[in-house]
């Protein structure tokens, strides 16, 4: 019979999305054995300190990678926008799964949306993209770090440490709570994060065993429009460490791809949105990046760089 096992984070949201890829494997493979392997990542211990202070995203992958090349587990799970833009030596992301909701929500213990909170307002959201966003916006709220996992986080707006929050809709809802939603965030006004939404699938390099099991697993559509956001967020040095969006849709063999980079404080936000066949991806992201740059975003991120060597 075969085997496999599955290395994920502890976390609610990051189980119920291993256990949606067990049930998928299952589906493809009646009879398969499939283990999971639940482990605590230095991304879930650090919770004093904003992200983009102590590593990025990528302190939520390492300890499942290492049970990747130690031979402990066989796939990892992650979303897709936590993992680097370049893959670890290795290991490969290659099977990507259907994309749920890709935007941001709103959650105001009022029930109001972004244009009626008052002045003030104390808004919660550790992410640069996001503050960047709210400050072009809304330059007289008042925002404040907020980490912790999805339950943690509506826990605290619910006791008053802060009057909204901003998470993304795609956990929200896998963990049935979109009932906290009070205002979807949606483009052109607002972008989210490369990936969002997107469930990857790691392996490691040459195991054309895993390889063959992950193969009907993926959806060549989120395969798509995931790798032409990543295009642009690897030109450009994406990380958390840096205010950027990226957001493409299909639409029958048309792709459309919109890219923003921006300053922490909001004064500055560049914008760049191209369209083109979906055969052109690459071409496409090509022109998103050269347009950003040639707006200044390279200076954007050059600045931001040496501000955190400072």
């Known amino acids: 019979m075969t085997k496999i096992t599955i290395a994920t984070r502890k976390s609610e949201l990051a189980m119920w999305q291993a256990r949606h890829a067990e049930a998928l494997l299952r589906r493809a493979h009646p009879g398969i054995e ?35 090349l130690n031979g402990d587990a066989d796939i990892a799970v992650h979303s897709m926008k936590d993992v680097p833009m370049e893959d670890a030596p290795g290991l490969e992301v290659e099977v990507l799964l259907g994309r749920a909701n ?50 943690t986080r509506i ?17 929200l809802e896998r963990l049935g709570l979109e009932r906290y939603i009070t205002q979807t965030l949606e483009p052109p006004r607002w972008l989210p994060a490369a990936t969002q939404g997107t469930i990857g699938i790691q392996n490691r390099e040459g195991d054309q065993r895993v390889r063959e099991l992950l ?9 798509l429009r995931t790798r032409a956001e990543r295009a642009v967020a690897t030109a450009l040095q994406g990380s958390c460490q840096v205010p950027l969006a990226v957001y493409a849709t299909l639409t029958g063999d048309r792709l459309d791809l919109s890219g923003l980079v921006g300053t922490p404080d909001g004064a500055t936000v560049l914008r760049s949105d191209h369209d083109g066949p979906a055969s052109d991806a690459d071409s496409i992201a090509e022109r998103v990046t050269a347009d950003l740059v040639g ?10 760089g040496s501000a955190r060597g400072r």
């Open 295 to 304: 707006q200044g975003a390279a200076e954007i991120i050059a600045s931001l």
């Open 102 to 151: 890709p935007f941001d929500a709103l959650l105001d213990r009022a029930g109001r949306g972004l244009d009626d909170l008052p002045a003030g307002a104390r808004v919660g959201t550790s992410s640069l993209r996001r503050q960047c966003q709210l400050r072009a916006l809304r330059p007289d709220l008042e925002l404040a770090d907020l980490r912790g996992n999805v339950n």
């Open 34 to 68: 499939i283990e999971l392997l639940p482990m605590v990542t230095k991304g879930d211990i650090i919770l004093d300190q904003p992200l983009a202070e102590i590593g990025g995203k990528g302190l939520f992958l390492k300890e499942l990678e290492k049970a990747l």
């Open 215 to 223: 193969k009907p697993l993926g959806d060549p559509a989120s395969t």
């Open 155 to 171: 826990r605290k707006l619910e006791e008053g440490e802060y009057d909204a929050i901003i998470l993304a809709c795609a956990g």
